[in-house]
Structures are given as C-alpha cells and as structure tokens.
C-alpha cells in the first residue's frame, strides 16, 4: 500500500479537489492543513509516507531532511520550480521529484488587486466605513501615473500589458532586459535608477535566485518618491526586509503591497504585521480554484504514472 501525504493544506480543500481512484492498488491519503516549522517535527510526520504532494514552497526539501525520509519515493511539487526542493539530493537518494503544471492569471490579477488596495487605501477605508467613519483618504490615480515593471517575463509582462489599459506609462527593467523585449509588450526599457526615481507604482517580477536575493535595498528604495508604492508578488527575500521597513516607517514611500515575505507563514510578532501603509495578503497569489484544479488533478497524475513506473513531469537538478 502506498501511504500518500499531502501537506500545507491551509484550506483543507485538497481532498475535493483529488480523485486518488486513479491511482492502482490500496492508498491511504492524509491530509495536513498545517504548517510544520521544527525540523525533528516535520522528520517524524513525513516518515511513514513513500509520497509527498508539496504545495509549492510552503515545506522546504533540503538534504537534512530528505535524508531522515529512508521511506519517501517520490515527492511531487505543484508547479514546475521549487526552489525549496533539493532535487540533485533527491536524486542522489532515489526519490523521482515531479511537477505540474500552473498558469500565471492568478498571480497578474492579485498583483493589481494589490496595486489598487495601496494606491486607493481600500483596506483603510473599509475598516473606517465598518467603524461607523466615512473618507478618510486620499487615493492616488493610474491613469497618467507610471509603471515601473521589474522582470518583463510571463508575469511581468501581463502585468505591463495592463498596466496600459490603466492608461499608464509603463517602463520596466531587469539585468537581461532588452529594448527590444520592452517594446514587444508597449513597454520602455529604462535603467534601474530611473525606474525607481520616477514610477509612481513598482511592481517586482523576478524569479528569487543568488542574483536576485536582495536586489532590491535602501538605495533603491531612496530613489523612490514619496507617493510611490512598491508591490511585491514573487518573493519575500528579493527586498532587503529591513530597508523596507525603514522607507514605511519613515514615510520616504507611500505604502507597499506584499504577499510574499521572507519567513512564511508570517510569525505572528514580525514587524510587518504593524508597519504602517501596508496592505499584506498571505501569499495568495496562486490561490484560487482554477490554480489547485490544475495542480491536485496533475499531482493525483503524477503519482499514478509513478505507480505506474513510467513518471512523468519529472524534474531534472
């Protein structure tokens, strides 16, 4: 029999979402709707299973862990990268690592879902209308404003395209960046200095890499004038924490849109939960029905075709 853990199930969605009937034989699925931070803890869970479904980089897979898994076999990740896996390690000890597939409308929508929330202070004034209180704000406008748009890849770039229909001047750079590419989706490739001197909303797109850990920093976030909002949707640790913190506190931005963060989920006590002009969303860019459709009906293919021996989606280190 094969014992099946499907983890970081926050919703406690996942069993409606998988048909485990398609895979052969007797399995026994559980589902965890927690997040396990104490290595010995997540060890002892993970033990008895020779499967696991991952939801995305929620659990990490370094080699200290995966070598306390003598049982596990495959573990299959939703989405086709998880920096959080160790795949060469699991390589080396055996385990197939497999993906699915994902689309990148969820996380587009959310962006500018972010982006209004800020620039318009939604959350505020909801909160005020609830409190009995009325206008409390004054929002910002897209139409005229610029865009700056940091990685014009499958994100960036959608986010740029509406950005336009907004009215908005969109400019955009990354290390690789072309004219050339800029142009391709009505954007203008600008250096980094004037992206962040001059764009009313900077909005990051860029995969989290050693190059990219910590690209943004206090000087970027200096250059930016004091009505600009920085949004963030890809990943926590691409924006030193701290010069973050520095800029909302100091009032040197308007305010930032986050749904990714360093630590996640975000400890009860971090500083950002207080900071001041912030609109914080729990990593949701990915969450929605459409998105888990794809990624538990593709993991439940994964494990058949495993069972099956003839795995696919397979990711290579």
């Given amino acids: 029999m094969h014992r099946v853990a499907v983890l970081d199930d926050y919703q406690?969605?996942?069993?409606?979402?998988?048909?485990?009937?398609?895979?052969?034989?007797?399995v026994q699925v559980v589902e965890f709707h927690d997040s396990v931070a104490d290595k010995d803890a997540l060890a002892a869970r993970?033990?008895?299973?020779d499967v696991v479904v991952a939801m995305r980089e929620r659990t990490a897979f370094p080699r200290s862990l995966l070598e306390?898994?003598?049982r596990l076999r495959l573990l299959v990740t939703t989405g086709m990268r998880n920096k959080a896996i160790d795949v060469a390690a699991a390589g080396e000890l055996g385990i197939t690592v497999c993906g699915t597939g994902a689309g990148a409308d969820a996380t587009v929508e959310l962006t500018w879902g972010l982006i209004l929330a800020t620039v318009r202070h939604i959350p505020r004034e909801?909160?005020?209308?609830?409190?009995?209180?009325?206008?409390?704000?004054?929002?910002?406008d897209l139409a005229g404003a610029r865009l700056g748009v940091i990685g014009l890849g499958r994100l960036g770039s959608r986010v740029a395209t509406i950005g336009q229909a907004?009215?908005?001047?969109?400019?955009?750079?990354?290390?690789?960046?072309t004219d050339q590419r800029a142009t391709e989706v009505g954007a203008r490739r600008v250096e980094r200095d004037e992206l962040f001197a001059t764009a009313d909303v900077v909005s990051i797109h860029l995969l989290l890499s050693r190059r990219t850990h910590g690209l943004i920093g206090a000087g970027d976030l200096a250059r930016m004038k004091p009505t600009a909002v920085l949004v963030n949707t890809s990943r926590g640790?691409?924006?030193?924490?701290?010069a973050l913190l520095d800029a909302l506190h100091g009032g040197r931005i308007a305010g930032a849109g986050l749904d990714v963060f360093e630590a996640e989920p975000l400890p009860r006590d971090h500083p950002l939960r207080s900071a001041?002009?912030?609109?914080?969303?729990?990593?949701?860019?990915?969450?929605t029905r459409g998105t888990y459709e794809v990624f538990y009906r593709e993991a439940v293919e994964d494990v058949a075709a495993w069972v099956f021996g003839d795995p696919v989606r397979v990711i290579q280190p």
């Fill in 68 to 70: 306390r898994l003598p």
């Fill in 276 to 287: 001041p002009r912030t609109v914080l969303t729990p990593h949701l860019g990915y969450v």
């Fill in 126 to 140: 909801d909160a005020s209308v609830r409190a009995g209180g009325w206008q409390q704000t004054l929002g910002g």
């Fill in 12 to 26: 406690s969605v996942a069993a409606g979402f998988c048909d485990w009937s398609q895979v052969p034989g007797p």
């Fill in 46 to 49: 993970l033990e008895p299973f």
């Fill in 237 to 242: 640790p691409i924006v030193e924490q701290q």
């Fill in 166 to 177: 907004f009215g908005m001047d969109v400019v955009a750079w990354s290390q690789n960046l």
